[in-house]
């Protein structure tokens, strides 16, 4: 089984309480997204692995370390996951991004992919899929789906606020995966929205309501 890490450092658990608030206007709720993404990027981002150098500075050589191997592309699940990209892009600037369109039939709760966009080399980067919300599952399973059939397979699917429900379908679904969420919330409403979570993530971040 993947790792399931809730990331309660106090920087991300102050910075998540501000965009629960109802009255937190567009531009804010984008910031803090964003800002709340690097903070988690810096601890999704502890193994990757590492190459020794030699440097030349000034006053002699260092025996250094530089990331090797696999590199990184984020995939957004949109369009909330748009809002968490530039937040890893400022830690992580040689990222690809890849894009796969996802939206959930409100009735049914059921996801339907609309569009997939991906870095050709993707087989070979480790990927973070990154969407706000991990409600039921269905979206973030048939995004990650939709990624192991072109040939990924070092996955981690970064959120900020995840149901119970959702962890362990993801978890059934893709056992291989990690899952760093900013909080673990409580359950779902009978609409499939996250109980309290912050509502609807991309409506929210776009002002689409
Ligand atoms: O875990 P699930 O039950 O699948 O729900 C989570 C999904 O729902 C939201 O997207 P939505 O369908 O609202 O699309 P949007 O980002 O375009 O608003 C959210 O951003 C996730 O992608
Ligand atoms: O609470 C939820 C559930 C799904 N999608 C959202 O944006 N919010
Ligand atoms: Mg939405």
Do not use: W
Not at 31 to 57: C, G, H, K, Q, Y
Not at 104 to 110: A, N, P, Q, S, V
């Amino acid at each position: 089984m993947g790792k399931f890490q809730v990331m309660d450092h106090p920087l991300i658990q102050h910075k998540l309480s501000l965009i629960r608030d109802k009255n937190c206007g567009t531009k804010e709720f984008r910031e803090i997204v964003n800002e709340i993404a690097t903070l988690m990027a810096f601890e999704v981002s502890r193994d990757m692995p590492l190459e020794d150098v030699d440097i030349e500075t000034p006053e002699g050589i260092a025996h250094a370390k530089q990331i090797s191997g696999k590199k990184v592309a984020i995939v957004p699940i949109l369009r909330a996951g748009i809002g968490m990209v530039d937040g890893i892009l400022d830690l992580i600037p040689a990222a690809k991004v890849g894009h796969i369109g996802m939206y959930r039939d409100e009735m049914t709760l059921e996801p339907h992919e609309y569009f997939v966009k991906l870095p050709s080399d993707i087989d070979q980067r480790q990927i973070f899929v990154v969407d706000p919300m991990l409600a039921t599952g269905g979206s973030s399973i048939m995004a990650i789906d939709a990624l192991k059939k072109r040939g990924a397979s070092n996955i981690k699917f970064v959120c900020l606020v995840a149901a119970p429900e959702g962890v362990k379908a993801l978890q059934k679904a893709h056992p291989d995966v990690d899952i760093y969420t900013a909080a673990l919330d409580e359950k779902l409403n009978d609409k499939g929205y996250i109980v309290p979570g912050l509502g609807d993530a991309g409506d929210r971040l776009f002002g689409t309501k």
